[in-house]
């Protein structure tokens, strides 16, 4: 089985005590990593545009990226968008 992970995932942060923060896949990690499964490792790699208009309108995507100038912040009450959120996020998605 494969596992895709990458220390950049941690990179995404938000406020303190925000349930999206790297203790989070830390914890995560160190579960896989003491689990008798045979897990091989996959690099990531970043999203094209192409991939994520499978998914997202054109829209959403630039509405990102102009939140993303004005980082670090919040989209919205749930989702705060970090300094580096949009490369990790494509890293994730690819």
Not at 4 to 17: A, I, L, N, Q, S
Not at 29 to 53: G, H, K, M, N
Not at 84 to 90: F, P
Request: charged share 30%.
């Amino acid at each position: 089985m494969g596992v895709v992970t990458d220390p950049r995932y941690r990179e995404h942060k938000g406020p303190r005590r925000h349930p999206e923060n790297p203790d989070r896949l830390l914890a995560v990690t160190s579960i896989l990593e003491e689990s008798e499964q045979d897990l091989t490792p996959v690099v990531p790699r970043p999203a094209e545009d192409e991939e994520l208009f499978r998914i997202h309108k054109q829209q959403h995507l630039l509405s990102l990226e102009e939140a993303h100038q004005k980082a670090p912040g919040r989209i919205d009450a749930d989702t705060y968008i970090g300094t580096r959120s949009l490369e990790i996020a494509r890293l994730a998605a690819g």
